[in-house]
């Protein structure tokens, strides 16, 4: 009986040499699963791989932006740009662009919008630095480090003269609603950026004033026959346009304090002129003359005991700390030297010496502008009266 191969329980059949050594047929493949033939599965596997490729894209391009951004800028040399007031953060990119702070527009806009800083930029004159980055460029905008401008105000101009002298800075811009009290704003010098306005400058000087005399008040020394914050500002006023010397304020306050204290008036050139003329008493040099000396006039201290009405100028710090805390002395008089400073004297007898050396001087000077009558020289002691020339 012939033999059945692979038959259970039969020995297989043995293969010819031939058959031993050709290789057995490898099983054929598995199907493919009906998932994976799914379109709907075929559709997410693409999806996702879709997703991949994305996701690293953006992770690449906010890299190179970060970097970007962070980077030196394209400017070699330092820039000043004025950004306008509304302008927008696509607005503002365009600008840097057109003036080579930055070198890319939208990696800027993107930038400050990733950072959250659309709203916060700022309007103003801006300075850049050579090589500043976006990122340096956003915070200086953000942080509103525009340039500052200054103006100075000399210490004893009426109100009218810093209101001229504010009309006239060109960075200032808008009108000015009306000229502040006299003696209400503080001479110094103040800081602005490019399109302050001027009436925000001058509530800025009357909040420094305000500050001022409500500090220098406090540090009064006792027994000053001045009762008032108002009454230290007119008296410091007096003594601001009476000296223009750093070292004499507080002997020329020394000599109206004792003058109040007495009862005496405080005979005041400046009072005079300032009741003449008002916020245009100190815009030119003027010489009293005797007519005018004896005019009906308000603010004349000749005429009135007592302080005047109102400031006649605006006093700075240091003329008001001279009228709180006076030199200790028993001067009540005082007469120009021909230095551009005073002789200070107790008595009449004294004092009277001292103005007949004066007159001296002056007459020398009369003649010299005689002799040399092209010279123009300003009229001696122009706006500065001299205190109590023999008056009681």
């Given at each position: 009986?012939?033999?059945?191969?692979?038959?259970?329980?039969?020995?297989?059949?043995?293969?010819?040499?031939?058959?031993?050594?050709?290789?057995?047929?490898?099983?054929?493949?598995?199907?493919?699963?009906?998932?994976?033939?799914?379109?709907?599965?075929?559709?997410?596997?693409?999806?996702?791989?879709?997703?991949?490729?994305?996701?690293?894209?953006?992770?690449?391009?906010?890299?190179?932006?970060?970097?970007?951004?962070?980077e030196?800028?394209?400017?070699v040399?330092?820039?000043?740009?004025?950004?306008?007031?509304?302008?927008?953060?696509?607005?503002?990119?365009?600008?840097?662009?057109?003036?080579?702070?930055?070198?890319?527009?939208?990696?800027?806009?993107?930038?400050?919008?990733?950072y959250?800083?659309?709203?916060?930029?700022?309007a103003?004159?801006?300075?850049?630095?050579?090589?500043?980055?976006?990122?340096?460029?956003?915070?200086?905008?953000v942080?509103?480090?525009?340039?500052?401008?200054?103006?100075?105000?000399?210490?004893?101009?009426?109100?009218?003269?810093?209101?001229?002298?504010?009309?006239?800075?060109?960075?200032?811009?808008?009108?000015?609603?009306?000229?502040?009290?006299?003696?209400?704003?503080?001479?110094?010098?103040?800081?602005?950026?490019r399109?302050?306005?001027?009436?925000?400058?001058?509530?800025?000087?009357?909040?420094?004033?305000?500050?001022?005399?409500?500090?220098?008040?406090?540090?009064?020394?006792?027994?000053?026959?001045?009762?008032?914050?108002?009454?230290?500002?007119?008296?410091?006023s007096?003594?601001?346009?009476?000296?223009?010397?750093?070292?004499?304020?507080?002997?020329?306050?020394?000599?109206?304090?004792?003058?109040?204290?007495?009862?005496?008036?405080?005979?005041?050139?400046?009072?005079?002129?300032?009741?003449?003329?008002?916020?245009?008493?100190?815009?030119?040099?003027?010489?009293?003359?005797?007519?005018?000396?004896?005019?009906?006039?308000?603010?004349?201290?000749?005429?009135?005991?007592?302080?005047?009405?109102?400031?006649?100028?605006?006093?700075?710090?240091?003329?008001?700390?001279?009228?709180?805390?006076?030199?200790?002395?028993?001067?009540?008089?005082?007469?120009?030297?021909?230095?551009?400073?005073?002789?200070?004297?107790?008595?009449?007898?004294?004092?009277?010496?001292?103005?007949?050396?004066?007159?001296?001087?002056?007459?020398?000077?009369?003649?010299?502008?005689?002799?040399?009558?092209?010279?123009?020289?300003?009229?001696?002691?122009?706006?500065?009266?001299?205190?109590?020339q023999?008056?009681?």
């Open positions: 009986m012939a033999d059945r191969p692979n038959e259970p329980g039969l020995r297989p059949s043995p293969k010819s040499p031939r058959e031993a050594i050709e290789p057995e047929q490898a099983p054929p493949p598995p199907g493919r699963s009906r998932h994976v033939r799914n379109p709907i599965i075929l559709l997410l596997n693409l999806l996702m791989t879709l997703l991949v490729v994305a996701v690293i894209a953006a992770g690449g391009l906010l890299y190179w932006g970060k970097t970007r951004f962070e030196p800028g394209p400017l040399q330092d820039r000043t740009v004025i950004i306008p007031a509304g302008s927008g953060l696509d607005t503002i990119a365009t600008l840097l662009k057109r003036n080579g702070v930055i070198s890319e527009a939208w990696v800027f806009s993107t930038g400050v919008r990733i959250k800083h659309a709203g916060k930029l700022k103003g004159e801006y300075l850049f630095k050579a090589g500043d980055s976006m990122a340096t460029v956003m915070d200086t905008i942080q509103g480090k525009a340039i500052l401008h200054s103006v100075t105000i000399p210490e004893g101009l009426t109100s009218k003269q810093i209101v001229d002298r504010l009309m006239a800075e060109d960075l200032l811009v808008g009108a000015i609603d009306e000229i502040p009290a006299e003696g209400s704003l503080l001479p110094e010098t103040y800081k602005y950026t399109g302050t306005t001027r009436q925000q400058m001058l509530k800025k000087m009357e909040r420094a004033h305000d500050r001022a005399v409500k500090e220098i008040w406090a540090r009064r020394v006792e027994d000053l026959p001045i009762k008032t914050p108002e009454e230290m500002v007119i008296l410091a007096i003594v601001e346009k009476e000296t223009g010397k750093a070292d004499e304020r507080s002997r020329v306050a020394s000599v109206f304090i004792n003058r109040l204290k007495k009862g005496m008036r405080l005979d005041s050139d400046p009072t005079i002129l300032y009741g003449l003329y008002g916020g245009d008493a100190w815009t030119k040099a003027r010489t009293l003359k005797r007519s005018e000396l004896n005019k009906e006039n308000p603010y004349s201290t000749y005429q009135i005991k007592g302080l005047p009405p109102g400031p006649i100028a605006n006093p700075g710090r240091a003329a008001l700390e001279a009228v709180v805390n006076p030199s200790r002395t028993n001067d009540l008089y005082f007469v120009a030297d021909g230095t551009g400073g005073h002789v200070f004297a107790e008595t009449l007898d004294d004092h009277n010496r001292n103005v007949g050396k004066w007159r001296e001087i002056e007459k020398k000077r009369r003649q010299a502008r005689k002799a040399q009558p092209s010279a123009a020289e300003k009229p001696a002691d122009a706006g500065t009266g001299a205190a109590a023999g008056n009681n």
